[in-house]
């Protein structure tokens, strides 16, 4: 539904921790411009078509937040939610301080909480705080500029060997069995982030497929890893690199001497 | 960044607005809603659950801080069911760095807002396996022991015998391991006893 007058807002604080406060004032920066589609805070609630609610609700903003919607004109009376403790709770739901009658204490699967626990919410915008891109994107939605790109999702996972209405379970294949890679991941984390970790460990694969294939794979390894090393700008990869390679070669040895114990024991208790 | 796929070659994808689409002088107010834009690759959008790849062990629904990821238990009927919530995610994107399969995907999705709840719901709806003497169900689910299966060792499952006892109940599993002990009685020691590192 487009709308073709100017909205103005009124900005209120329902006991928010200031960050997505901050964003609304980003929104309205001469970079993001909100005015320009017609939107203009105004400092008093009976001249306002919406408001822009941050915060998860506390006990004392509850009535604030009331007397505010109700001394909005009747029409149209959009309230829009800011941010993940706006829109939910966040991560103060369960918070003594906060007014919330949810009846499964925010843990249902919609985790109702916050400002829709008073007054009805015809937009949410999630995002802890939500980027001035997504508070745009939201206030662009309810202008009728763009669509509804989100849609919920029920999957049912199938379980191995099985196929049919759902999806079925794969394990991607590696050079390395399954439960080294667990373990590699494991460890790298102590060196890198969750960003790097994985396509870090993905190169590491593919250095380790070429390794294989040679006589002497360790000193291979070694000589691959060492060119790596040399090509990659960035020191923290390569130190990623270089902790993988060590990592790896003390985890085969570490197993492979695990693996003869049992084999023994295996044979002992069988005779 | 990695060599796979360089930082700098991914900043040089993201699409960036103001350059290749307005031309040589941008203005500078962003042209934004009026126009598709991306966000920079490390951008952290709201992760996204790989149907494929999830095996319900739970990792993420401990890690998750403000409780956006949460089991739902259906024992009646045999089901667990993973459900994932946008609005309460924070995108601290602990839940990517427990997951042991790599099912939680991060994503530079920022388009989110929504004017119902139930869009910004995902749920993975796990089958829990049943034990094979009482019938009963389990508290994990089949793909969660196919998954221990790749992981352990072979000697492992030879020498507790774990094939047989894997799909069993706390009580019958209790109850089998008693008998095979009893079997063993002819054995110094129990198995467990000898799997001790060095030992012969």
């Known amino acids: ?271 | 960044m990695a060599e796979s796929v360089s930082y700098t070659e991914k900043l040089k994808a993201w699409n960036r607005k103001e350059v290749e689409k307005i031309g040589e002088k941008a203005p500078v107010t962003t042209p934004y809603p009026f126009i598709d834009i991306e966000k920079p690759p490390e951008y952290r959008g709201i992760p996204h659950i790989n149907p494929e790849k999830c095996v319900g062990c739970g990792a993420c629904v401990n890690a998750c801080p403000p409780d956006a990821l949460i089991m739902e238990w259906d024992k009646e009927h045999g089901v667990k069911r993973l459900t994932y919530n946008a609005a309460r995610c924070i995108r601290c994107a602990r839940c990517i760095e427990v997951c042991p399969t790599g099912a939680m995907e991060p994503t530079t999705r920022f388009e989110i807002a929504t004017n119902s709840k139930e869009d910004l719901v995902e749920v993975v709806e796990h089958r829990l396996a049943y034990c094979e003497e009482c019938g009963e169900y389990l508290d994990f689910t089949e793909r969660q022991i196919e998954y221990v299966k790749n992981i352990l060792p072979k000697e492992i499952f030879d020498m507790y015998a774990l094939e047989d006892r894997m799909k069993l109940t706390q009580d019958a599993k209790m109850r089998v391991t008693v008998e095979k002990l009893r079997e063993l009685e002819g054995v110094e020691y129990p198995a467990y006893l000898l799997a001790k590192r060095g030992d012969e």
């Not at chain 1, 870090?200 to 294939?213: R, T, Y």
């Not at chain 1, 691959?224 to 060590?246: C, H, I, Q």
Request: proline letters at 7%; glycine letters at 8%.
């Open chain 1, 1 to 271: 539904m487009a709308r073709l007058k100017s909205v103005w807002v009124y900005h209120v604080d329902a006991g928010s921790c200031n960050g997505c406060d901050i964003e609304v004032l980003d929104v309205i920066s001469p970079y993001y411009d909100l005015e320009r589609l017609g939107i203009k805070v105004v400092p008093n609630p009976r001249h306002a078509d919406a408001l822009l609610i941050t915060g998860p609700l506390t006990r004392q903003t509850r009535i604030g937040i009331r007397k505010a919607y109700e001394a909005m004109p009747p029409k149209p009376r959009i309230v829009v939610a800011i941010g993940t403790c706006a829109s939910s709770g966040g991560i103060f739901y369960n918070s003594y301080a906060l007014y919330n009658t949810s009846p499964e204490r925010g843990r249902d699967r919609l985790r109702s909480g916050g400002p829709e626990m008073v007054v009805p919410i015809d937009m949410y915008i999630p995002g802890c705080p939500p980027s001035p891109e997504e508070i745009l994107y939201g206030i662009a939605q309810l202008l009728g500029i763009k669509e509804k790109k989100m849609h919920g999702e029920y999957w049912k996972a199938l379980p191995p060997g099985e196929e049919g209405d759902g999806v079925s379970f794969t394990i991607p294949e590696r050079p390395l069995s399954l439960r080294l890679w667990i373990t590699l991941r494991d460890e790298l984390r102590r060196v890198v982030g969750y960003y790097d970790r994985d396509a870090v460990l993905d190169d590491f694969m593919k250095l380790l497929e070429q390794a294989q294939k040679d006589e002497n794979p360790r000193e291979r390894l070694h000589d691959l890893v060492t060119g790596y090393f040399l090509k990659e700008k960035d020191s923290r990869v390569k130190v990623a690199m270089r902790f993988l390679e060590e990592t790896y070669w003390s985890l085969v040895d570490e197993y492979g001497e695990w693996g003869e114990s049992l084999r023994k024991i295996g044979k002992s208790a069988r005779t």
